[in-house]
């Protein structure tokens, strides 16, 4: 055995390759169509739980589940070397579920046409941690910012506005005849859900104060783009307002924050959440199914024979595709309605509030619009069906893992029972 | 001792215990054993080759820290944890990746863990 270390150099060669292997990043040199050619154990640590079955041959493919546009993104890279993506964020799971990283990031350089270099690193708890500061960004950017107007309003126990005053006539253009009607009535229709309002009201019960960002409507039916924060009124008695609710008009950092929003949780291709919003939606969701329960439904979608679509018009009829079934699904939704691209040709909505019964009827509203509207590419139509799998959160399911697997087992019925159609997932048994 | 021992032969755990060093390093596959502080306690020269480097660099290592991190997840490390915590026996063969030379080497892996002082052994055999 210790021939190996026998020749000069050698000693050298031993420390550098345990140098390698010891690394606590990863390290993957690839050629320019995703091929691994080296790459360390720390990288096959983080990888290998992707796809315990594939070999990890191809990074793209690897990664294909949880990154679907790395390849389009690598060919659309046009310079002769440079940085492709710097420490982006790659969302695995929803949950800890002991299985792994939740989040890796992942940084990409190119070194020349055939060569690039990537560095991965589980930074699960680094993005749990910032999570939490963008929080608590949030609350000190609407009470720290420039407030040259407001609206404030008094709300009652059940949400309903309390009290009137000019400031609420100066942003939102309404009259005191708003006086005993629930706070939706500053936000667009389809914005919000009763249920999710009385959610509001108890989010400021228990941590004090509850602020979101979004549309919000004027009088005259004019929107703008305004922040919420509501906060309970301390010694309130019963027939007093109970709730302060400050409306602000923040238009004109829109789109600061919206251009952040749109890079931190939006589909590359097709506009769409992407998974990471999908997953911090679902949370929220599941969250407050403590506090109120009320029904959740998840739809899972896939479009049917989509390698097929690729393979006779190639990846860009194929990205037609992906962008017409988006717009699709955004015809079929409501505004407060979780829309999400998860990878490839997998989508997902979740309906908040919606049984059953309703759920389906959404999910075959989409497929036969979907049937009927056909992608437009290059002076041609493609025409394409999707498959849909229906499941509702039920008590017994102790996360969204859980609701995901349910409506993706409904889905694999849709496609095995001949595609082009919906398919509701069978009601789980009590566990214990 | 015979030479016929091979990666997938019933039963191999006692047959390593007894196996002096010069039987392990005539086997044909990769051995690691490791005591219950997951220090590698066993190398063969089948793995040394492999993985290029020499055994002396690796004995007292750490098992999943330094020798071999690419193993440390819940489809290896987490077998053996569990397999000890809960007192039973392991004996798994999975389909794997390995990174010898940080070159990807695709491999089949054997678990053995055993209730008690013995150590456990990753086996390794290049496909």
């Not at chain 1, 096959?44 to 594939?54: E, H, K, N, T, Y």
């Not at chain 2, 030379?101 to 008690?116: D, S």
């Amino acid at each position: 055995m210790s021939s190996l270390s026998e020749h000069p150099g050698q000693q050298d060669y031993e420390a550098l390759l345990q140098f390698l292997y010891m690394a606590p990043v990863g390290l993957v040199q690839l050629a320019g169509d995703g091929a691994i050619h080296m790459l360390n154990p720390l990288s096959a640590q983080l990888l290998m739980p992707l796809s315990p079955d594939g070999g990890l041959t191809n990074l793209f493919d690897a990664l294909s589940p949880v990154a679907p546009d790395l390849r389009a993104q690598c060919a659309a890279f046009g310079a002769e070397q440079g940085a492709i993506c710097d420490a982006a964020r790659l969302y695995l799971r929803a949950q800890d579920s002991g299985q792994g990283p939740q989040v890796l990031s992942l940084s990409l350089l190119k070194l020349d046409r055939n060569r690039l270099m990537a560095v991965l690193s589980d930074v699960t708890l680094q993005d749990r941690r910032e999570r939490q500061l963008r929080r608590t960004d949030a609350w000190l950017n609407a009470i720290m910012t420039n407030i040259a107007d407001y609206a404030l309003v008094s709300l009652d126990s059940g949400g309903r506005v309390d009290g009137w005053n000019d400031s609420i006539q100066r942003v939102t253009g309404f009259d005191a005849r708003i006086q005993g009607q629930p706070y939706a009535l500053f936000y667009p229709p389809g914005a919000t859900t009763p249920e999710q309002q009385l959610e509001r009201l108890q989010e400021a019960d228990q941590n004090g104060w509850t602020l979101d960002e979004g549309l919000r409507q004027r009088a005259d039916g004019s929107q703008f783009w305004g922040s919420s924060l509501i906060s309970p009124l301390p010694g309130r008695g019963a027939e007093e307002a109970a709730y302060c609710l400050i409306i602000r008009d923040i238009s004109d950092k829109r789109e600061i924050s919206e251009n952040l929003r749109q890079a931190t949780y939006c589909d590359y291709l097709t506009g769409l959440l992407n998974r990471r919003a999908f997953f911090e939606a679902g949370e929220r969701e599941l969250l407050r199914r403590h506090k109120v329960p009320r029904p959740l439904a998840l739809l899972m979608l896939d479009a049917d024979h989509f390698k097929a679509v690729n393979d006779t018009y190639g990846h860009p009829g194929g990205d037609a595709v992906l962008r017409q079934l988006a717009q699709t699904m955004k015809s079929v939704c409501r505004e407060v309605d979780v829309v999400a691209r998860l990878g490839g040709e997998e989508f997902a909505i979740l309906l908040p509030s919606v049984d059953q019964d309703a759920a389906v009827a959404v999910a075959e509203r989409l497929r036969a619009e979907v049937q009927r509207t056909p992608a437009g590419f290059e002076q041609r139509m493609i025409h394409y069906t999707v498959s849909i799998g229906v499941a509702m959160l039920d008590e017994h399911m102790h996360g969204l893992d859980e609701l995901i697997k349910l409506a993706d087992q409904a889905l694999y019925q849709a496609k095995r029972n001949g595609r082009n159609r919906v398919r509701r997932g069978a009601p789980s048994q009590p566990s214990e | 001792m015979s030479t016929t021992i091979s990666f997938s032969q019933p039963d191999l755990l006692p047959l390593l215990e007894s196996m002096d060093e010069a039987a392990l390093n005539a086997l044909d596959f990769g051995v690691i054993g490791f005591d219950a502080e997951d220090r590698v306690r066993r190398y063969n020269s089948c793995e040394s080759q492999a993985a290029g480097l020499g055994a002396e660099r690796v004995l007292d290592q750490h098992m999943f820290m330094v020798v071999a991190p690419c193993l440390n997840n819940f489809l290896v490390a987490q077998r053996f944890e569990d397999a000890r915590a809960e007192g039973s026996v392991l004996d798994e063969t999975i389909h794997y990746v390995l990174t010898l030379r940080m070159r990807p080497t695709k491999v089949r892996l054997r678990l053995l863990c055993q209730p008690g002082d013995g150590l456990a052994y990753v086996l390794v055999q290049r496909l």
